[in-house]
């Protein structure tokens, strides 16, 4: 099975988090086939100083919806954060299922395609950059189309 992974950091050396991350996902998660450039963004949800360096990748993966999402928060509490409630804040990580397969899973622990993707310009751009044409399983439109539609003025400035 394929999915596209949203992965974030802005807290500690962003860098070396999503480096880390990488190295994680690839030991733990599946197969990375592609991934983004490295993007910097504002906070969005919340305020904050600190920058975020957000990135997408696609990964082929053996692993189930629920056991993806097992196993990235494993990594996730492994590189230092709990995921205490629903409340943005700043973060050593964060990896999001952003689409597995064509699926479309509505659970309280779990929602695919992730439920705010398309409101996220951090998530968009770099969804575009690997995938433009993939089209979101409920919206049914281009994942260019859902960038040029999104409301979101953040800045997302391309890093590496």
Not at 41 to 51: L, Q
Not at 95 to 108: A, F, S
């Amino acid at each position: 099975m394929n999915a596209f992974l949203g992965i974030g950091t802005n807290l500690g050396n962003r860098e070396a988090n999503i480096d880390e991350a990488l190295t994680r996902i690839e030991e733990s998660l599946g197969e990375i086939l592609v991934a983004s450039s490295v993007y910097e963004s504002e906070p969005w949800g919340f305020e904050s100083r600190d920058k975020f360096l957000n990135m997408v990748v696609y990964i082929r993966t053996d692993l189930t919806p629920t056991g993806l999402l097992g196993r990235i928060l494993m990594i996730e509490a492994q590189m230092g954060r709990i995921r205490e409630d629903e409340e943005y804040k700043s973060r050593t990580i964060d990896i999001d299922i952003l689409i597995y397969e064509d699926e479309i899973l509505n659970e309280p622990t779990l929602e695919i395609p992730h439920p705010r993707m398309h409101d996220r310009k951090f998530v968009l751009v770099p969804l575009c950059e690997i995938a433009p044409d993939i089209v979101h399983p409920v919206i049914k439109k281009t994942f260019s189309e859902l960038l040029e539609e999104c409301g979101d003025a953040g800045q997302v400035v391309k890093l590496k």
